[in-house]
């Protein structure tokens, strides 16, 4: 066990990795510990408690130490092997990335360090970031650390796990659609997709590049908000990286309540079948809470969301197709050393390098794109892709905030949803927000009755208005009193680290 170094502010039990963004930067501006203190916590906890999850691909242990040496007021941070840090490998958890080194950081490695943060650790995800339970990494096995039998949900499945498993202290995670927000909701974590535009996305490696974001996956919503801030902000890098200013996130959630807050609810969302009786008691009761709380509820309608899997089915991987075609064997990663000529390097490369679900997009995003398809499924895409962007427009008019499940079901079993059709279906609740670029969270909001599996609740906000989702998302986050894997434990005695 590591000593706790740290006076008692919050909690006596604490253990430093168990700490949050926050009341680890406390306890640093009160002298009471150091990174190196924190960042060795997490180092020791990672030894005692990863080999059963899983969460981390690797971890440079020297290079966490010497930055937190040089930067003793900074708080480490995981990073989804996707984002490109100086010196630190950068796989997106395929092997056709094995080995790569980065020799650059992104924006917002460069954006979080000037922040005050370090990064230490590389975690596991989907391979690309397709797929939706960490099932599709090429490199590793992850786990739930709330119940080892399931997955963390996915793509952002290694973020989820560390933090959900205190593991770290925050992560970072992408969402193309909804690879923040399903993770944390299976992994009892906050999690914010911000607007598309918001966080620069240069050094993040393209999976849809008209939907993908960075996000803070975190214990609490304060700590979203402290991340958001250090990541967001415009970027000369990335041309759809917009220019309004941030806002202090934090100060912006100070005194937080439900009161007056018109909260809609989408018929739709609560009309499908395949939503799991256990999570819809949950997101009804978290429905009642905020009513309760002085919300005002007001039915709405969202009447495209139906169209929204197959317009995302059609976009992403179309985009993808494209942004993985630099994989070649020839710049990156792995080259195939039986390849003849040019052609079939280019071609056993790829074959030896990517996952089955990483060619399945590939493929139907080549095809969607293909003359003469083009205009039938890509064109169509784009054109119902602005009327979903509407139905947002429109309900804006009329509330503040939606409400819905984050995911239709709790943390499944591996191998539970092997047909890939089932498996996108998990993001039924998260891809019309991904497509009309708004942002939206997952915040922890009960446990299962039978299987004591967390279940997020999702917010959802229009365009820019982070500082509106983050607000109504801590006064939600007033009624569920952070319960912490430790508390967890001790009723469960499930995860024996
Ligand atoms: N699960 C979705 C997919 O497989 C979303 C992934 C993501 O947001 N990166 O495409």
Redesign the pocket.
Known sequence: MVPCLREICYNTHMELYELGVREAQEGIAKGEFSCVELTQAVIDRRKAADGEVGAYLTFDEEQALALAKENPKSVPIAIKDLINVRGQPCTCASKILKGYVSPYDATVIANLRAGGFIPAGRVN??E?????STE?SGLGVTRNPYDLERVPG???GGSAAAVGGDLCIAALG???????R?PASFCNCVGV?PSYGRVSRYGVTA??SS??QVGPMTKCVDDAAILLRALAGCDPHDGTSAPDPVPDYLKEIEGASMKGVRIGLPKEYFEVSGLDPEVKRIVEEAVRDCEAAGAELVEISLPHTDYAMAV??II??AEASANLARFDGVRYGHRSAEAKDVYSLYVKSRAEGFGP?VKR?IIMGTYVLSSGYYDAYYGKAQKVRTLIRRDFDEAFAKVDAIISPCAPTPAFKFGANQDPLT??L??LY??PS?LAGVCASSVPAGFTAADSLPVGVQFICGGFEEAKLLRVSKAFELMRPRRTLADFRKEKGRLSA
Not at 128 to 132: H, N, P, Q, Y
């Open positions: 995800m989907d690309f970031a397709m797929g939706s599709n996915g793509s952002s992408t969402d193309t659609g909804g690879s923040i399903q997709k999976f849809a939907l993908d995302y089915y992403a991987p679900e997009r498996m996108y998990n993001d998260t891809i991904a």
